[in-house]
């Protein structure tokens, strides 16, 4: 039943069994053009940075709420195809059948998340259909393009958009051109997906993407996109690029990463001293890290071994919020003294002299102000005055994951204080310091919370004072 329409829109619900993912979404590579339903669905499911059994989790927790936003369909030829939904839509496929998963264990997941829930392939959702597909397109730049999105796109998928709309720079289209080239290499397809992806990719792109490189390869972008590289040997050298950013340092122990190759002559000693024959060794790298689990599915994990240390043991017998093994390098004045107060002067201990009141409130304004002036200094900009502390906590992890500065699994903690209301980090707690007059801060609690946010800490103000 149509509810609203107009020149170009027709608001309506349709069926699960009626609607088909689209094969050109930026998010997938050009080689899935034409693919199957079940290879784009695998596609999804075999990259983590799609978070669908995250994803299908909050579904079948919030199954009986009504749809927050409606999937952007495309009419052609009396095709619904799904130009902005298809994560949404490949999770409720997945939970009708899910045997469309490419793994036993995912299967597995989707079969005791289907069982608690009611849907059949009638499964209704509400729908804006267009058979304008610019229409369409307007909707996919407002969301994605802006980087109004859940997950947003990153850098290569932004890229994939803009060359097949016509509109990319130069140097997208040399962007896509290499990663053409990665597709095609005889490696894991887990380690292309990372190296293009969130943490990685900048790196990767800072030694590519470089005049040195450009001259060392002989790379000559044609007007058609088409990349000519006069280097013969560059598709093994390329491998070896790739093994050495994902481990942060080369077949000799030397740092790859965004500190050691700063100027062109340390990127061009760097590309000089790849050889022809070191692809070999990237072969037997991948080979001596690849594991099969028990249903025979392999996978690859190359990633750097972190070095034994020995650290101080934290322990919430301390008498100060912040422990003394915490030496952050603060340039900012008032930051550094509310630092130093909650260091070095606030006493947080059983004698009358505590003052855990005061000192939730003065963490919860030093975490907030320290994300201010981190966002000021290293983006160039502040947050809008209606920006929320739980959206400028989103906005910095996003920042920081994309920018190589920290790992997803590091701001974890820092991310649940924006979106868990039930974890003693919650946002709704720090809140409740400052605004509720029952809410009172226990001891062992704050410096728990400290204990797991001080990391945060660390590597905020480390990047700070590496950007200077």
């Known amino acids: 039943m149509d509810i609203f329409e107009n020149i170009n829109w027709q608001e309506q619900k349709i069926s699960l069994k009626d609607l088909s993912l689209w094969d050109e979404n930026a998010r997938f590579p050009d080689k899935y053009f034409n693919k199957s339903e079940k290879e784009l ?54 939970l009708h059948n899910p045997e469309l998963a490419p793994s036993n264990t995912l299967k597995n997941k989707f079969q005791k998340l289907k069982k608690e829930i009611n849907i059949s392939d009638n499964f209704l959702f509400d729908c804006l259909i267009t058979e304008n597909k610019t229409e369409g397109f307007r909707f996919i730049e407002r969301k994605h393009v802006n980087g109004n999105n859940e997950v947003n796109w990153g850098e290569q998928e932004r890229t994939h958009y803009n060359v097949r709309r016509g509109n990319a720079t130069k140097k997208e289209e040399f962007k896509v051109a290499i990663a053409k080239i990665i597709k095609d290499l005889d490696i894991p397809e887990g380690l292309k997906d990372q190296v293009l992806g969130h943490g990685y990719v900048t790196n990767f792109w800072r030694i590519l993407d470089s005049s040195v490189a450009w001259k060392e390869y002989g790379f000559n972008l044609k007007d058609d996109g088409e990349l000519e590289i006069t280097d013969s040997n560059f598709k093994d050298k390329l491998k070896v690029i790739i093994l050495n950013v994902l481990k942060k340092e080369d077949f000799s122990g030397n740092k790859i990463d965004s500190r050691s190759l700063n100027t062109n002559k340390e990127k061009e000693e760097y590309l000089k001293s790849i050889q022809n024959n070191d ?89 907030e102000i320290n994300i201010d002036y981190f966002w000021e200094k290293r983006k160039g900009e502040t947050f809008s005055d209606n920006t929320k502390l739980a959206g400028k906590i989103t906005n910095i992890s996003q920042y920081m994951e994309q920018e190589g500065l920290s790992t997803s699994r590091q701001l974890k903690n820092i991310r649940t204080v924006a979106t868990d209301k039930n974890n003693l980090l919650s946002i709704q707690n720090f809140h409740g310091y400052v605004h509720c007059y029952k809410t009172q801060p226990t001891l062992n609690d704050l410096k728990l919370k400290w204990d797991n946010l001080e990391e945060f800490f660390e590597i905020l103000w480390s990047s700070l004072t590496s950007k200077k």
């Open 41 to 94: 669905i695998e596609y999804f499911c075999t990259n983590g940075i799609f978070k669908i059994e995250n994803l299908a989790k909050e579904i079948v927790k919030d199954f009986d709420l009504p749809q927050l936003e409606k999937l952007i369909t495309y009419n052609a030829d009396e095709q619904l195809i799904v130009l902005e939904g298809n994560r949404r839509l490949t999770v409720y496929k997945l």
């Open 279 to 367: 692809s070999k060794k990237v072969d037997k790298e991948i080979q001596k890290n690849t594991t099969h689990n028990l249903f025979g599915e392999k996978s690859t994990d190359i990633f750097p071994k972190k070095k034994k240390t020995k650290i101080n043991p934290k322990s919430t017998s301390r008498n100060y919020l912040i422990p003394k093994t915490c030496r952050l390098n603060i340039n900012e004045k008032k930051i550094n003294n509310i630092y130093r107060e909650l260091r070095d002067n606030l006493l947080i201990d059983d004698t009358n002299s505590s003052v855990p009141n005061a000192i939730g409130v003065l963490f919860r304004v030093f975490l």
